[in-house]
C-alpha cells in the first residue's frame, strides 16, 4: 500500500510562483518513477511532468521551462516547482505513481492563478 500526500497549493497572481510537495509513504520510494497530473472540471487529468527513479525528467509542453519536477529520495519527497504561471494552469494537482503495478493516487491540491 503505497500513501501520496500532496501540500503547496493555493492562490496566486499571474506571473508568480508556489512549489508543491509530495509526500509517499508505504513504499520503496527510490525506485519509483513519479508523476504531476493536474485537472480541471470536465476535463480529463493530464500528465505535467515526470521524474524517473534515476532522475530523467519529462514535461508537458504546456510546461516546458516553467515547471521543474525533482525528488529526495532521503526524505520520499518528490517536488513541482511552478514558476511564471498562467491563469491555464489553474487546475487541482495530483500526485501519481505506479507501486507492483497498482497506480496511487494523491487526494490533490488546487491551484489557482488570477489574471
Known amino acids: 500500500q503505497v500513501q501520496l500526500v500532496e501540500s503547496g497549493g493555493g492562490l496566486v497572481r499571474a506571473g508568480g510562483s508556489l512549489r508543491l510537495s509530495c509526500v509517499a509513504s508505504?513504499?520503496?520510494?527510490?525506485?519509483?518513477?513519479m508523476d504531476w497530473y493536474r485537472q480541471t472540471p470536465g476535463k480529463q487529468r493530464e500528465l505535467v511532468a515526470l521524474?524517473?527513479?534515476?532522475?530523467?525528467?519529462y514535461y508537458a509542453d504546456s510546461v516546458k521551462g516553467r515547471f521543474t519536477i525533482s525528488r529526495d529520495n532521503a526524505k520520499n519527497t518528490v517536488y513541482l516547482q511552478m514558476n511564471s504561471l498562467k491563469p491555464e494552469d489553474t487546475a487541482g494537482y495530483y500526485c501519481?505513481?505506479?507501486?507492483?503495478?497498482?497506480?496511487?493516487w494523491g487526494q490533490g491540491t488546487q491551484v489557482t492563478v488570477s489574471s
Open positions: 501519481h505513481t505506479v507501486a507492483s503495478r497498482v497506480g496511487y
Open positions: 508505504g513504499s520503496i520510494f527510490s525506485i519509483n518513477d
Open positions: 521524474i524517473f527513479s534515476g532522475g530523467g525528467t
